[in-house]
Nanobody, 126 residues
Framework: QVQLAESGGGLVQAGDSLRLSCTASGRTFSSLDMGWFRQAPGKERDFVATIRRTAMTSNYADSVKGRFTISRDNAKNTVYLQMNSLKPEDTAVYYC???????????????????WGQGTQVTVSS
């Protein structure tokens, strides 16, 4: 089993930056592909970014490409999401997720992730 805990959310103004962290405990972190998703009130949970267990490959939603960067430190069992040039439409609860994956490619689908954190709120004011 894996436990994931997000941190780093908060209230910021448009144009500001935030860095989210997600620390894992339990199963070997380096065996998991990791992803970030977000969910705004009344909306579905949307893909934000994902990174391969080796950190060699990553993928981003078009809406955050060029502004957000996903990274990981397997020695610290932590995945990060650096968010720059934040916009009001980035306001949501942000979740990290772990995917046992196996040989298939990085997934953007929430249903294919095996472990989830409880989320951290990010609010961007205009």
């Amino acid at each position: 089993q894996v436990q994931l805990a997000e941190s780093g959310g908060g209230l910021v103004q448009a144009g500001d930056s935030l860095r989210l962290s997600c620390t894992a405990s339990g199963r070997t972190f380096s065996s998991l592909d990791m992803g970030w998703f977000r969910q705004a009130p009344g909306k579905e949970r949307d893909f934000v970014a994902t990174i391969r267990r080796t950190a060699m490959t990553s993928n981003y939603a078009d809406s955050v490409k060029g502004r957000f960067t996903i990274s990981r430190d397997n020695a610290k069992n932590t995945v990060y999401l650096q968010m720059n040039s934040l916009k009001p439409e980035d306001t949501a609860v942000y979740y990290c997720a772990g995917d046992l994956a196996g040989p298939r490619s990085l997934s953007t689908k929430p249903g294919e992730y095996d472990y989830w954190g409880q989320g951290t709120q990010v609010t961007v004011s205009s």
